[in-house]
Structures are given as structure tokens and as C-alpha cells.
């Protein structure tokens, strides 16, 4: 087979640029290739303001003009912008150094920016730009794109959670009938264990460093001693929006990156656990899915309507976790004050996060196709009235009959039981009136203690 040079949808190597490109578009303003560069100009400008401000006698502070000049640089940066860069680094083989020398070309025709241009990456080593730049890029996913995805399931899972929060539901404990429950209260146990996910991806504080080559401020104190220059340091990252990291070798540890990891990954494990849930509850006939006109299920069963939406979500939740994993689990090493392997698994940013996007999608698509099958539900708990076994010798406990738990244990273990059979042995337990009268009005449906009202709560 011939390929085509031109990537393309059909040819590329991962389906997030092919089969799933689409599904990531939104991360693409700043987890891309380009993404990186723009965040790069961004600090190495916010760096150089800095400096400009300082009061230092070789760098008077810029004019209004320059300063929007730079700003417009940052705005407007663009995918022809990114390009160019990479035709520096042809040369220099070197991604930061080529972004320094186009900033510089960008400033050229402007007197007072050319010539302040050698204190563009002033004391600076590479990683003091990447790790700030990835501390931008990881925040402005989070806010843009992460929570919001990840909040659209939980308002989903909580509608459903008021919805269906009286439709009674038997529960299976070890895949055996279990106390029964009700539709809504499943629902709002994932939406509130999501909710606190999502809370503790926003409390992962960002971490950067400004500080030179091994964490030290070593050449920036050659060149200025009586500069203060942690407190500057930490200055320009406050603008930015970022925390200063005092104690680090040449790279920024990683170590908030990692929580941040492994934050979203426990919240995609539960959605990959509802996913499981909802993939068996439409296999026992609990819910339908609306039909799509055109769609087909199989190539050769005419009736199947697959979930094949929660079969991607969690397919695709799968490889999220297991590059998130690596990230948090790689990225805090680094041999003695610095190696090369994180900056190679960085790159992957986009990937671990298109895969969750591709997965939210698919999962908020699966519950968009939901219909309660109230029908099947409804059967399903009326023939199980063994599970009010467990009420019955709970009364029987308060009141002080012999052996409770065994006599409804050789009752019903094993064997089932229904309605009239249970109720000739409620009648012949010897308990008050009150409480005898209640268990004999009780149904499999009736009995779900406070599950509507938890439901609700939420």
C-alpha cells in the first residue's frame, strides 16, 4: 500500500489524529506541538518584562509601545510562528534555543526591544522555560477543558440521580440478588464520588522554577549579585499565575505533576467503574438505548444495539490511565541534577489527556442514549422476595427470637421464596402487632430504606 506523505486522518500512526481527531480539537490550543512554543514565548517575554522592571542599569524599563508589541507577539502567536521555529531548530537542534532566536528576529526592526535582545533567556537554562511552560499548559487544561468535561458527567449523573430516585432497583451484591435500592441512589453514589475527583484535580497546586541550571541562581548572581533574585523569580511566576519552587535541580521535580496525574486518573477509574455498571445494567434489560437512524449493531445480527458507547469510554479510559500512570510514576525521577527522559514523556501531555477526551465524550454519549426500562426493573425485584429475608430476621433480633439469622437462612438460602410462603412464616413468628403488620406489608420494592431521599440529597 502506497502512503501519503501529507498526514491525514486515514494515515496517521494514533487514532487521536485520525479515527478521534475531532474528539480532541479542544486540547490542541494547548497541549500541541504548538501549544508548547506559544507558552514558551509567553514566559520567555513575561521574563524579560521582568527584567526590564528590575531596575537594573544595562535594561531600562520598556515603553508602553514595546511592551504591546510583545504582547501582540504572545496573542497572535500562530501555527506559521511554530513553523518557523522549526526550521531554527533544523539548525540548532536545539527547541529552546530556536525559539530565543526567533524572538529575537521578531524584535529586530524595534530599536529598544533590539536592544535589550541579549537579555532574552537572560540566566535562564532551558528547563526554567519548559517547566513553566508546562505548568501553563497543564493549568489552562485543567480550567478550559478537564473540569469542565469531567463536571458535564457529574451534572449528567446527578440528573439521573433525581430522575430515577424513586424507581426501586435490586441490588447484587457478588452478582447475587442483594437489599434493593433504587436507580437514582446508583447514580448519585458515582456523581458524588466524581465530585470529590474533580475536587481534588482543582486543589493540585502548579509548581515552577525560575531559578538557572541546577536550581541555584548561579549565573544570575555572576552577573548581579545585589539582585534579590529568588524574590524575582517568584515574582514573574505570580504573574503568571504559578507557585515558586524553591528547592529544585535544573528540573522543576514533577512532583505536583504527578498528583495532578494521578488525580485524574482515579476520577477516569470511576468513571470506567459506572462504565462497567451501565455496559451490565442494558445487558439485563435495565435500560434501552434511543436509537440512531442508519446505525447498525453487528455485520450479521440484524436485532444487536450494542453500548458500544461505554465499551469506548472505557477501552479509551484504559490507555488515559496507563499514560497518566507512567507520567506521574516517570516524571519524579531524574538522575543526580538532571537527565533527558522527562522531557521526551512531556511530550505525551496531549496524548494522555485526548485520550481522556476521546473517553468523556463516549461516556456522556452512552448516558445521552439512556432509557429507563422500567418494565424489566420492575419484574426483575418483584420476583426476589427473598431479599426481605434480612428485615425479617432484623425484627426478629430486636424481639429477642431464637436464632433469627438461621431459621431465615434455612428458609430461604439457595431455594428463593415467594410472597405467600414468606408471609406464613411472618405470621407465625411471635412478635407485637405493630411490627408483625409491617413486615407483612413490606415488598422487595418497598423495602430501599433512605436510597430516594440520599438520591436527592445529592
Known sequence: MQIDEQLSHLNALSPLDGRYASRGRALRGVLSEAAFMAHRVEVEIA????????????????????????????????????????????????????????????????????????????????????NTSHALMLTRARSGFIVPRLNEV?????????????QPMLSRTHGQPASPTTVGKEFANVAARLARAIAAIEAVEPLAKLNGA???????????????????????????????????????????????????ARANTIVLDMDRDLWGYISLGYFKQRLKDGEVGSSTMPHKVNPIDFENSEGNLGLANAVLRHLSEKLPISRWQRDLTDSTVLRNLGVAFGYCAVAWDACLRGIGKLELNAAAINADIDGCWEVLAEPVQTVMRRYGLPQPYEQLKALTRGKGIDQERLREFILGLDLPAEPKARLLAMTPRSYVGLAAELARQL
Open 154 to 166: 457529574c451534572v449528567q449523573l446527578q440528573a439521573l440521580a433525581r430522575q430515577f430516585a424513586d
Open 214 to 264: 541546577t536550581g541555584n541562581y548561579n549565573a544570575h548572581l555572576a552577573a548581579y549579585p545585589e539582585v534579590d533574585w529568588p524574590a524575582f523569580s517568584a515574582k514573574v511566576l505570580t504573574g503568571l499565575g504559578l507557585t515558586q519552587n524553591p528547592h529544585t535541580i535544573q528540573i522543576e521535580p514533577h512532583d505536583w505533576m504527578a498528583a495532578l496525574f494521578d488525580a485524574v
Open 47 to 130: 521574563w524579560l518584562v521582568g527584567l526590564s522592571e528590575a531596575g537594573l542599569p544595562e535594561l531600562a524599563p520598556f515603553s508602553q509601545a514595546s511592551r504591546a508589541e510583545l504582547r501582540e507577539l504572545i496573542a497572535h502567536f500562530s501555527e506559521r510562528d511554530a513553523a518557523l521555529i522549526k526550521e531554527i531548530e533544523k539548525t540548532t537542534n536545539h527547541d529552546v534555543k530556536a525559539v530565543e532566536y526567533w524572538l529575537k528576529e521578531r524584535v529586530a526592526d524595534n530599536d529598544e526591544l533590539a536592544r535589550a535582545s541579549e537579555f532574552i533567556h537572560f540566566a535562564c537554562t532551558s528547563e526554567d522555560i519548559n
